[in-house]
């Protein structure tokens, strides 16, 4: 009887060393620094952010574009800031590639999408393309950053950016669609800017954000920022003049608070914006000159907090991959 509990205790004791050298590990990569893998959770990871993670390096390099949507021309800038917001997050760099490179190709079309394409049979027996929301996940890369793929495209062209360019076509029941960095951010824009809620934006004047309605909005902002939680915006400057940016800084500087987003328009830079306290009130006027010809760049804007929803599902797959990658 007495033989077994050696080999007992020794099964023990290598489980229990097992056990602290997993809580013990820490991760650090292009995103997180020495996230410690005892305790894990989604606070956790957002304390360990990298102070470079949401650096400029790191912005999609392409301006936002016009499309033709089949109702009015759109600029891309809402599938532009969400496909960038979410890349900050879910996009791991320099790091040893998981999978094929053509499975990195449609899963990171599919994370800029937002949405699956499947096939559907119609009541008169056809098949059509219909799309469901997609879930999210974290993806390893070996190239430095899609800037850099960018800027070496002639020189690798087989890098991430001229990859995401030329595509694929995906085949189903007989209906070709081609899945491509413009194509698929177009489809993206078109999700996000068609949605009732949307209406509340481009109604009525901009002094319907009132001073009360400016400081909850910079409140949120404030709290979301210093958590390191990045903030899809609206600016409204008028019926027919939205455009939407993603909040990365918020620094008080006494009479106001300088905001800097990561703004399509002039993705190389990170721009800045301002809520002046004395009239509770947004300004842009850098940002507002590039999207205007004329008028007062300096006017008070509309703004509004979006998709604050789709931070959820960031923070899933986050947790997901750290629990994974501690794991082994």
Not at 76 to 93: D, E, H
Not at 193 to 203: E, H, P, T, V
Not at 276 to 286: G, I, L, N, V
Request: net charge positive; with cysteine; glycine share 6%.
């Amino acid at each position: 009887m007495k033989k077994w509990i050696p080999a007992v205790l020794i099964s023990i004791t290598s489980f229990h060393h097992r056990t602290l050298a997993a809580e013990a590990k820490s991760i650090s990569d292009s995103f997180v620094k020495q996230l410690s893998c005892q305790n894990l959770t989604v606070d956790s990871i957002y304390q360990a952010i990298q102070p470079t993670a949401f650096h400029r390096y790191f912005h999609i390099p392409v301006a936002n574009w016009k499309f033709h949507s089949g109702g009015p021309t759109l600029g891309v800038c809402w599938g532009l800031s969400s496909a960038q917001r979410k890349m900050f997050y879910l996009a791991r760099f320099d790091e040893k590639e998981e999978l094929s490179r053509s499975d990195l190709l449609r899963k990171t079309l599919t994370m800029f999408r937002g949405a699956e394409f499947t096939a559907q049979q119609s009541g008169n027996g056809q098949a059509r393309m219909i799309q469901t929301p997609a879930t999210l996940e974290v993806l390893k890369y070996s190239d430095r950053s899609l800037m850099s793929s960018w800027a070496l495209e002639e020189r690798k062209p087989d890098g991430l950016f001229p990859m995401l360019n030329r595509g694929y076509k995906e085949t189903i029941n007989g209906a070709a669609t081609w899945m491509t960095f413009k194509l698929d951010l177009e489809r993206s824009q078109q999700q996000h800017f068609f949605r009732g809620g949307n209406l509340k934006m481009i109604a009525g004047d901009t002094a319907d954000r009132s001073s009360v309605e400016n400081l909850l909005t910079v409140t949120q902002l404030e709290k979301n920022l210093k958590a390191k939680r990045l903030t899809m915006m609206v600016l409204r400057g008028g019926t027919t003049t939205q455009h939407v940016v993603v909040a990365k800084e918020i620094i008080d500087m006494g009479k106001y608070f300088l905001i800097m987003v990561y703004d399509s328009n002039n993705p190389l830079v990170d721009m800045p914006m301002y809520y002046q306290k004395s009239t509770q009130s947004f300004h842009a006027p850098a940002i507002m000159s590039i999207l205007e010809k004329s008028g007062d760049h300096g006017r008070p804007l509309g703004v509004f907090i979006v998709d604050e929803d789709e931070q959820v599902s960031i923070d899933a797959a986050l947790l997901k991959y750290y629990k994974a990658e501690c794991a082994k």
